[in-house]
């Protein structure tokens, strides 16, 4: 079975050097300048480790069979060795989000935010993957954290898409996000 | 806070009497005559248990505002002096069910089950508690546990409602099942 469960490390080393962390809602996270991943539920000690985010990849909640095939079709491999940037944004929504029904949280993404066709039109070629937090424990700082990879010829495209998706009415459940940029060395 | 995570520990101690163990679907679990409940992160340690189960109380995926309304008015508190009787019933759905996307999940549950219309039609006022297993870790055991509290007089009423779910389609994705039954003296 693939592993679900990672954990991002913010330390002094790992493969990824952090280029940026910036706040864009809520608390920012303790400076670091090096990120490891770690997969499984193995966690490396680190002493050195300022933060360790988790999250567990799991079933999809608001695509349909459609726009899954055309994902599906269009995402790219992670660790493709021309995709020497990424990008790790943990967010957090408020309480009034997960007050929301199921269907109320679909129609806000779907039919008012229209987040998938969003990522689809700014860049259908992403390499990326969502890990959910939430239910992990009783007290994650974080409800999703994305990670990202991409050449850093794409890197206007991926802020444009930044851009949209902070600007839909989705994001304005948006109590706490994070985004950390990184490179790494060519292999 | 309240708790969300529940941890449900099955051995030689506990408030609750186990009456009854029987696996529905797939594999039983290992034998145990007490239960004992425990919230939060803190797992007491028992060298005597045979089994330990978690599940975290989570945003809700399946039901509309109405139903939700109906659902809020009528359900009873955990914890009655007349509820001596309790069932906790851990399932694990198939691959096949974690699959489809959310608006089928849906379509199975609401359309094709009518799910909660069951519920709210044979026991309006069931008290009740639903956990979430399956983004906890990696491998738990179960995807939900399900914790009912009911006078003994209930007992009837609450197979029936139990027998009824059992017949619809969304079971057929139920690949593991244990009904486990218990009884605790009048406080």
Redesign the interface.
């Known amino acids: ?1 693939p ?3 990672f954990s991002f490390i913010g330390g002094e080393t790992g493969r990824w050097r952090i280029t940026e962390m910036e706040a864009i809602v809520g608390e920012p996270l303790p400076a670091a300048i090096r990120l490891e991943i770690a997969s ?2 193995e966690i490396p000690s680190d002493p050195h480790a300022s933060w360790v985010l988790r999250g ?1 990849t ?8 459609e726009e ?1 095939r055309q994902i599906v079709a269009k995402l790219l491999d992670l660790g493709r060795p021309d995709a020497t940037c990424a990008a790790l944004i943990p967010i957090r929504k408020n309480e009034a989000w ?1 007050a929301l ?4 949280r ?1 129609s806000i993404f779907k039919e008012q935010s229209r987040h998938t066709k969003i990522g689809l039109e700014h860049f259908p070629t992403l390499a990326r993957r969502l890990h ?1 937090c ?6 994650e700082p974080f409800d999703f954290i994305t990670w990202f990879e991409y050449a850093p010829s794409d890197e206007v495209r991926f802020n444009n898409l930044l851009a949209a998706l902070r600007a839909i009415p989705e994001w304005q459940y948006v109590e706490r996000e994070v985004d950390i940029r990184l490179e790494r060395d060519q292999v």
Not at 134 to 139: H, I, K, P, V
Request: aromatic share 6%; proline share 0%.
């Open positions: 079975m592993a679900r469960l499984g539920s567990i799991s079933n999809e909640r608001y695509v349909d069979r899954r997960w029904t199921q269907e109320e679909l959910h939430r239910d992990l424990s009783e007290n």
